[in-house]
Each structure stands twice: as structure tokens, then as C-alpha cells.
């Protein structure tokens, strides 16, 4: 039998607080797949403070509907509402400036949970 070994790792935690922050793309998401079927992390970095340069993240259902959390940042990026047959695609949306939200996770670390547009930010 082999043994098994993992390398311990740490990330860096952005404090609870608000932020400037430009959206730096999406990826597929299948770590917690299994409970909630599959998502997307959306990625953002911290453009000020002592945190400018640090990524922060939002894990999102893929669903975009009325009133998912993917639905919620997107709007926000594309500046309002979408309509029922418009097509995202999130790479639309890299580079757009805004104001994040961190809050802390419950296992200490931090996720985005809410995007405001800056003017101009797209």
C-alpha cells in the first residue's frame, strides 16, 4: 500500500469589509458539486488597501435565473437587468471596475458577496 501525503497549504483571507475590485474572470467550480449541482467561481481582485492585488472570490449556482446569486453579480456587472432570452457570457464582463463586499466564510476564509458597479466600470 502507498502512503499518501498532501502538501499543506494557506490562502490568503481578505478581512470582512468593502472594496474596490475589477473582475478577473470565471471558472467551472466542482468542489461542492455534489451538494448543489454545478457552479462557477467568479474571481475578483482587490484593487486598494493593504489587501490591493489579493484575490477574492464568489461561488455561484449556474443557473441564471431571477433570483440567483450568479443572476445578482452579473446584473450588477452589465449594469441592470437582463431579459429573457439574452445570452452571458462572462468573459463580456473581464476588467469591469466596481465596489465588492468580503465577508468572512465559516471556516475562516472569504468570499464576495456583492458586486457595485463604478461609473464607467465596464
Known amino acids: 500500500m502507498s ?7 494557506e490562502f490568503d483571507v481578505v478581512p470582512p469589509g468593502k472594496y474596490s475590485a ?4 470565471a ?9 448543489y449541482g454545478p457552479a462557477v467561481r467568479l474571481n475578483f481582485l ?5 489587501h490591493d492585488g489579493k484575490m477574492v472570490t464568489a461561488i455561484c449556482s449556474k443557473k441564471l435565473t431571477r433570483a440567483s446569486k450568479l443572476t445578482k453579480f452579473v446584473s450588477a456587472m452589465n449594469g441592470g437587468p ?22 468572512a ?3 475562516g476564509g472569504s468570499k464576495v458577496t456583492d458586486f457595485v ?3 464607467g466600470g465596464h
Open 46 to 50: 482587490v484593487m486598494n488597501g493593504d
Open 82 to 103: 437582463f431579459r429573457p432570452g439574452d445570452i452571458v457570457r462572462l468573459d463580456d464582463y473581464l476588467g469591469t471596475n466596481g465596489s465588492i463586499v468580503v465577508e
Open 22 to 25: 475589477v473582475f478577473q474572470g
Open 117 to 119: 458597479l463604478s461609473n
Open 105 to 107: 466564510t465559516q471556516n
Open 3 to 9: 502512503e499518501l501525503q498532501f502538501e499543506y497549504v
Open 27 to 35: 471558472e467551472d467550480w466542482d468542489d461542492n458539486g455534489n451538494d
